[in-house]
């Protein structure tokens, strides 16, 4: 079966029938993991496509070939909104002229961005390590040109990216967006330090009206809370105040954290707080901990049921463009410092006060 736009719009009309379509085709990847099946999910009320980490070597214009075919498959699946986590350009080392670092963001401007927008699909980006990182010495920024070459690029294309702003006094660093039925958290985690000022501004976003009121709550940073990955295992490669996030999700109802960094897919949960750790388009994909399966690039969708008060997950491999079912991902991880973290279900209730949707079908381990 091939659902075109028109038949995903008439599916998410019907609600509920579209919710158990999605849940049957999920079903047959478990049987038949290898067969196609994207091009067949419903879409929900709105769709959100995620993706992280499209960067290559230091001071490169060019994107690995997965990243221009999930900009193609992205194109496709015509998302609502796009999220990115982070390390769109490769910057972060001394010695990057201005004139390399205006290269790059043209390159993703020209490669990424515009395509994107050309087709209305809204884009909302944090910043990575590589894009701005906020590392300080001595008071002031390591990279501060990075920086205010990611400031001058983003604030130049502001008001184009077709997205409403709650709070854009510090974008693209910090902000906040509604987009129809969703509110938007983005901190700058570009580092493994999150500020106290961006820690007290997070809690007063969280508290207004336009996060109450929405249906789903998400924040996003480009560090993760814990490690999730073999070789990011280590301090300065995670947030360094992991147990403040967790608190905070927990306490303002917040039904996900998204994050980059580590260049490997892990929807997990700590406590009562969902954590989904994406993989990269881009170079280098990374194995996570205690896990031999090859590591795989790859994008993620979000499609939000708001009848249903469920949030869907699909997560799809850039080689070869398949669903990646999680089935397949180990039960837990186990960082060295932190917390294990439990794998999740892909289906999130946002009717819960408590939001983790702890695994309940039979997992790898």
Same mark, same amino acid.
């Given at each position: 079966?091939?659902?075109?736009?028109?038949?995903?719009?008439?599916?998410?009309?019907? *609600?509920?029938?579209?919710?158990?379509? +999605?849940?049957?085709?999920?079903?047959?990847?478990?049987?038949?993991?290898?067969?196609?099946?994207?091009?067949?999910?419903?879409?929900?009320?709105?769709?959100?496509?995620?993706?992280?980490?499209?960067?290559?070597?230091?001071?490169?214009?060019?994107?690995?070939?997965?990243?221009?075919?999930?900009?193609?498959?992205?194109?496709?699946?015509?998302?609502?909104?796009?999220?990115?986590?982070?390390?769109?350009?490769?910057?972060?080392?001394?010695?990057?002229?201005?004139?390399?670092?205006?290269?790059?963001?043209?390159?993703?401007?020209?490669?990424?961005?515009?395509?994107?927008?050309?087709?209305?699909?809204?884009?909302?980006?944090?910043?990575?390590?590589?894009?701005?990182?906020?590392?300080?010495?001595?008071?002031?920024?390591?990279?501060?040109?990075?920086?205010?070459?990611?400031?001058?690029?983003?604030?130049?294309?502001?008001?184009?990216?077709?997205?409403?702003?709650?709070?854009? +006094?510090?974008?693209?660093?910090?902000?906040?967006?509604?987009?129809?039925?969703?509110?938007?958290?983005?901190?700058?985690?570009?580092?493994?330090?999150?500020?106290?000022?961006?820690?007290?501004?997070?809690?007063?976003?969280?508290?207004?009206?336009?996060?109450?009121?929405?249906?789903?709550?998400?924040?996003?940073? +480009?560090?993760?809370?814990?490690?999730?990955? &073999?070789?990011?295992?280590?301090?300065?490669?995670?947030?360094?105040?992991?147990?403040?996030?967790?608190?905070?999700?927990?306490? &303002?109802?917040? +039904?996900?954290?998204?994050?980059?960094?580590?260049?490997?897919?892990?929807?997990?949960?700590?406590?009562?707080?969902?954590?989904?750790?994406?993989?990269?388009?881009?170079? *280098?994909?990374?194995?996570?901990?205690?896990?031999?399966?090859?590591?795989?690039?790859?994008?993620?969708?979000?499609?939000?049921?708001?009848?249903?008060?469920?949030?869907?997950?699909?997560?799809?491999?850039?080689?070869?463009?398949?669903?990646?079912?999680?089935?397949?991902?180990?039960?837990?991880?186990?960082?060295?410092?932190?917390?294990?973290?439990?794998?999740?279900?892909?289906?999130?209730?946002?009717?819960?006060?408590?939001?983790?949707? &702890?695994?309940?079908?039979?997992?790898?381990?």
């Amino acid at each position: 079966m091939s659902l075109n736009r028109r038949d995903f719009l008439s599916l998410s009309g019907a *609600g509920m029938a579209s919710l158990f379509l +999605h849940r049957a085709l999920a079903a047959n990847l478990v049987s038949s993991p290898s067969k196609s099946l994207w091009s067949e999910l419903p879409r929900g009320d709105q769709r959100i496509a995620l993706i992280s980490d499209l960067n290559s070597s230091y001071g490169s214009t060019r994107y690995v070939s997965q990243v221009h075919r999930g900009l193609e498959l992205l194109i496709k699946l015509q998302p609502d909104l796009v999220l990115c986590a982070g390390d769109m350009v490769a910057g972060q080392k001394l010695g990057l002229t201005s004139n390399q670092l205006d290269a790059m963001w043209s390159a993703f401007d020209e490669q990424i961005l515009q395509p994107l927008r050309t087709v209305e699909e809204s884009f909302a980006p944090t910043m990575g390590n590589h894009d701005a990182s906020n590392s300080r010495t001595h008071s002031r920024y390591v990279f501060e040109l990075d920086r205010l070459h990611a400031q001058k690029f983003w604030r130049a294309r502001q008001g184009s990216l077709g997205l409403t702003f709650v709070d854009a +006094h510090q974008f693209p660093f910090r902000y906040s967006i509604r987009h129809g039925e969703i509110f938007l958290l983005v901190v700058d985690a570009s580092s493994a330090n999150i500020s106290a000022d961006d820690w007290v501004w997070a809690e007063s976003q969280l508290d207004g009206s336009e996060a109450r009121q929405a249906k789903l709550r998400m924040m996003m940073g +480009h560090l993760p809370p814990y490690a999730i990955s &073999k070789g990011r295992d280590r301090a300065g490669e995670v947030l360094h105040e992991p147990e403040r996030l967790q608190k905070l999700l927990q306490s &303002k109802n917040v +039904h996900l954290y998204i994050s980059g960094h580590h260049h490997a897919w892990y929807p997990s949960h700590v406590g009562s707080a969902n954590l989904l750790s994406l993989g990269c388009m881009g170079s *280098g994909p990374r194995q996570r901990l205690n896990d031999r399966t090859p590591p795989q690039q790859t994008i993620t969708l979000l499609d939000l049921f708001s009848q249903q008060g469920e949030l869907v997950e699909t997560t799809i491999e850039l080689d070869g463009l398949q669903v990646l079912p999680e089935q397949l991902l180990p039960s837990s991880l186990q960082p060295s410092v932190g917390p294990r973290l439990d794998l999740r279900s892909t289906r999130i209730n946002l009717n819960n006060k408590s939001t983790a949707n &702890k695994k309940r079908l039979s997992v790898k381990t």
